[in-house]
């Protein structure tokens, strides 16, 4: 099973019920730390291959250009990538019947997922978590910092959300609310299960296993319930992003998950691109000149100069006339 869903969606919640219910999380684990105290349940081989393979195509986890999946997408034509993939996933095939991998990274992966689980004849399942993507942005701003504007990560939120229903249509798979899964994850866990044909699920569930989950959700974590008016997002960007929110949600209804259903999403991704691509256009300049600008501190570095120091890039910020008034000044003085 790879569970996929964009990052602070509740996928590490989820992949750790799946763990304490018997399924086998590669090991091992990234460290939990306070921004996710009960455990990531990512692999760190998973999280470090994914971040060398979007290094090499200079792609970020949170990527909002539509362009940027055929750079990714082409890592299942290359071999050696995929020979190391499917390495190490039959080696964990070998340690557990039914092996869940969750890691932010993997939806710009799944056509190379898919190609090593087929060589290996490996049937795959999918899960995707949702969760309303203002309180996605308001987590990533606690969790990781405000480096990526809300506008932007707003943009990748969609551009992720599109590809991942998207890559897995026609596949077995199951869309989850975070906010049901949190608050009553036997239910979810049976729903999903059930469209999954999850053995260790259908078949019932141990006392103890469930005693364990039960101590594993905690609804205390779910800390940023937040709406669009409590982030930064231009008012464009926040009709679509919603209105993209409310037609992946239907795929979490009994039933939802229909042609109707998807071509709505269709045509929100449509839409996205087309107003992806109009800023772009008009960000033209601002690109060139960050890219002017990247090219002189590459030179610079290469020349072997120092960066400016504290003291000049403070002068820098000074006009002109009054940086002479001030030398004048200091003269006088001394």
């Not at 005693?211 to 205390?220: I, L, N, S, Y």
Request: glycine fraction near 6%; aromatic fraction near 6%.
């Amino acid at each position: 099973m790879l569970v996929v869903g964009v990052g602070r969606s509740g996928t590490s919640l989820l992949t750790g019920v799946l763990g304490q219910l018997g399924f086998h999380i590669p090991q091992p684990e990234v460290q939990a730390d306070d921004t996710n105290p009960r455990g990531f349940g990512e692999p760190r081989w998973v999280v470090d291959f994914h971040t060398r393979q979007l290094r090499k195509r200079d792609v970020t986890v949170n990527d909002s250009r539509p362009s940027a999946w055929e750079k990714t997408t082409a890592a299942k034509d290359h071999e050696p990538t995929v020979a190391e993939l499917r390495t190490w996933l039959d080696g964990e095939l070998n340690q557990g019947d039914a092996v869940v991998v969750k890691d932010p990274r993997t939806v710009w992966f799944l056509p190379l997922w898919k190609r090593c689980a087929t060589e290996l004849g490996v049937p795959t399942t999918y899960v995707t978590m949702l969760r309303h993507p203002a309180e996605i942005l308001a987590s990533a701003f606690k969790s990781y910092g405000d480096w990526q504007s809300g506008a932007s990560r707003a943009s990748a939120w969609m551009n992720m959300t599109f590809e991942t229903e998207r890559l897995t249509r026609g596949e077995p798979r199951a869309f989850v609310r975070y906010e049901n899964l949190m608050a009553d994850w036997r239910r979810e866990v049976a729903r999903v299960g059930a469209l999954l044909d999850l053995p260790l699920i259908t078949d019932g569930i141990p006392d103890e296993r469930a005693a364990a989950v039960d101590a594993f959700v905690d609804p205390t974590l779910h800390r940023n319930r937040v709406e669009w008016a409590d982030v930064d997002v231009p008012p464009r960007v926040v009709e679509l992003a919603e209105r993209t929110w409310q037609d992946v949600l239907a795929l979490a209804d009994p039933g939802g998950d229909t042609q109707p259903a998807q071509a709505k999403l269709d045509a929100d991704r449509s839409e996205f691109v087309a107003l992806h691509e109009e800023a772009e256009a008009i960000a033209q300049s601002a690109v060139t000149a960050a890219r002017r600008e990247g090219r002189r501190k590459g030179a610079a570095k290469a020349a072997g100069k120092q960066p400016p120091s504290l003291r000049v890039r403070i002068a820098r910020r000074i006009p002109v006339r009054y940086r002479r008034r001030l030398r004048g000044v200091l003269r006088r003085s001394t």
